[in-house]
């Protein structure tokens, strides 16, 4: 049995366990779930300064992203907040450490999540606002929230600010600030940073050398936020792949019973040993309602399949 086909059907065994009320997590990550907040970098988070643009604040419309399919039904909004509670710890774990590493250590740690899938309608978009919302409920952390995704930008539209300067403008024109384009939201924590204007060239640019340093500018905005971009599907897009190498973790979103295993075999394989790859089994289960609900996270387990195999 392959890697991906031994991680999966491992999620798959733990989403069935979640049809009880137990949260559906991958074995490994099942014994960390328990685990408090994760602490973050020694600061002062009263003293925290607001990021971005004061002047661009946007106010978030859940009812238009529960009717753009981005939220889910409110009956099923208990869980599904649940599970992204257990999914985010690993995720901010690894993005700041912990008390036992050294606070250069933990300073160091890279602090930018790509939310990726093989094909298209996997359930990138909806992660990535489902997951930026929860971290956004963290005390010591703030989220900024980019739409990488521009043969499809989803998220730009169904929060309204299609037409606001962003990602592109930030790689076309080395002129333009982040600070200046990064979106403050009226949900504390939460920050976007839409995919700005349309680019012959966005393939290239979100493939290119500056797309590193537009990165690197975006952490420094704020210690303590964790930067989630929402990315085009691995499978389909060439820049993708180059993207993929700019992060220190990926979220690949598996559709339940709809990605098929080869094609998410060959995302990973494409996605290399660069990050610490996390599967998400997306839509894994049914309610009586007929709507979705249930996550898997194999956050680290797929580095444990590969060095068993080793
Ligand atoms: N967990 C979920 N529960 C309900 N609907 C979902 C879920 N995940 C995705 N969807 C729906 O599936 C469709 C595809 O998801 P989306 O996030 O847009 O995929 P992608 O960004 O990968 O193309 C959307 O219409 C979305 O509403
Ligand atoms: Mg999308």
Do not use: W
């Amino acid at each position: 049995m392959s890697i991906v086909e031994r991680a999966l059907k491992r999620l798959q065994q733990s989403g069935q366990a979640a049809a009880a009320p137990k949260p559906v997590v991958a074995p490994a990550e099942r014994k960390a779930a328990p685990a408090p907040a994760v602490p973050g970098p020694p600061r002062d988070v009263g003293a925290r300064r607001p990021i971005g643009n004061p002047e661009k604040s946007v106010h978030i419309d859940f009812e238009k992203l529960r009717h753009a399919g981005l939220l889910p039904p409110e009956h099923q909004q208990r869980e599904i907040s649940h599970q992204y509670r257990i999914l985010k710890r690993p995720i901010l774990k690894h993005a700041f450490g912990d008390e036992a590493q050294s606070a250069q250590a933990r300073s160091a740690l890279p602090r930018s999540l790509m939310v990726t899938s093989a094909l298209p309608g996997d359930g990138k978009t909806f992660t990535a606002i489902n997951l930026a919302l929860s971290l956004a409920l963290e005390k010591d952390h703030s989220v900024i929230l980019i739409d990488g995704d521009a043969p499809k930008p989803q998220l730009s539209q169904a929060l309204g600010i299609g037409g606001e300067a962003g990602l592109l403008d930030l790689l076309t024109n080395s002129s333009q600030s982040v600070e200046s384009v990064v979106m403050p939201t009226d949900v504390r924590g939460l920050h976007l940073l839409p995919i700005g204007r349309r680019s012959e060239t966005a393939t290239e640019l979100l493939a290119s050398a500056r797309m590193r340093q537009v990165l690197d500018e975006i952490e420094q905005l704020d210690g303590a936020a964790i930067v989630l971009l929402d990315s085009p599907p691995i499978l389909l897009t060439s820049e993708a792949q180059v993207l993929a190498s700019l992060f220190g973790q990926v979220v690949m979103v598996v559709r339940a019973g709809g990605t098929p295993q080869h094609a998410v075999e060959d995302a990973i394989g494409i996605i290399g040993d660069g990050p610490r790859v996390g599967l998400v089994l997306n839509q894994a289960l049914h309610d009586s309602a007929g709507g979705y609900y249930g996550y898997g996270y194999g956050d680290g387990f797929l580095d444990s399949i590969k060095s068993e195999k080793q």
